[in-house]
Nanobody, 127 residues
Framework: QVQLVEFGGGSGQPGGSLRLSCAVSGGASSDYAMGWFRRRLGKEREFVAAISWGGASTDYANSVRGRFTISRDNSKNTLYLQMNNLKPEDTAVYFC????????????????????WGQGTQVTVSS
């Protein structure tokens, strides 16, 4: 399994932007479908966005669709989450996740489908 480390969390204002990064080590990110999840205070961890290892296929939770963009740079073994038009309800700990797959178009939206997780990074949105 690969190791994942998230970067870029912090504080933002409503309507502002933040970008999260997830560095992959111990393997090539191009072998893995990847995703972002988040855990809001007092709630279960939930799906945010997913991307296939080729990068051509993506999916988003309805709550972030049109505001967040998931992308990856396999040459840098890095996954990104660009978060625009932030809302207070985006406040959460964000986790990146990876799952090995041979299918370049596959992506996964269920937590149990992932085998590797980062430690999480806090994002706080407030005015």
């Amino acid at each position: 399994q690969v190791q994942l480390v998230e970067f870029g969390g912090g504080s933002g204002q409503p309507g502002g932007s933040l970008r999260l990064s997830c560095a992959v080590s111990g393997g090539a990110s191009s072998d893995y479908a990847m995703g972002w999840f988040r855990r809001r205070l007092g709630k279960e961890r939930e799906f945010v966005a997913a991307i296939s290892w080729g990068g051509a296929s993506t999916d988003y939770a309805n709550s972030v669709r049109g505001r967040f963009t998931i992308s990856r740079d396999n040459s840098k073994n890095t996954l990104y989450l660009q978060m625009n038009n932030l809302k207070p309800e985006d406040t959460a700990v964000y986790f990146c996740a990876a799952r090995a797959t041979w299918n370049s178009a596959a992506y996964y939206v269920v937590e149990a489908q992932y085998s590797s997780w980062g430690q999480g990074t806090q994002v706080t949105v407030s005015s």
